[in-house]
């Protein structure tokens, strides 16, 4: 999956969002140059940059749901529109930091 902090700050303020902060972000975009480790792990990384760390003033799970409705386009993968929402705003909500964690939710919606 390719993707460009370009295009996600341009989907962000779309939806009225600012960036803040973008440290967390390029870490996890960094990741995706990382041929260790899976497609659902590095979304993993970004939805955790996207959803716990806030980058954006604005509009954080709605630019998180961008990013995997792309995931799950690019990779032709079904997804269950309701878990992967109650997903993204359970892992917002508890601040769930587990990659492994968020790995797992990604793939019981996307798959």
Same mark, same amino acid.
């Given at each position: ?21 973008? +440290?967390? $972000? ?6 995706? &140059?990382? @041929?260790?480790?899976?497609? !659902?792990?590095? #979304?993993?990384?970004?939805?955790? +940059?996207? $959803? ?6 604005? &509009?954080? @799970?709605?630019?998180?749901? !961008?990013?995997? #409705? ?42």
């Amino acid at each position: 999956m390719n993707i460009y902090k370009q295009e996600l700050l341009r989907i962000n303020h779309g939806f009225g969002g600012n960036l803040r902060d973008d +440290a967390s $972000l390029d870490y996890a975009i960094d990741k995706f &140059g990382d @041929k260790k480790i899976g497609s !659902y792990k590095k #979304l993993a990384y970004l939805l955790r +940059a996207i $959803l716990v760390d806030h980058p954006f003033s604005d &509009g954080n @799970k709605r630019t998180a749901a !961008y990013a995997a #409705l792309n995931f799950a386009t690019e990779f032709k993968k079904r997804v269950d529109m309701d878990l992967l929402l109650h997903h993204i705003v359970s892992i917002a909500k508890q601040n769930t930091c587990d990659i492994a964690k968020i790995e797992w939710r990604i793939k019981n919606a996307i798959n």
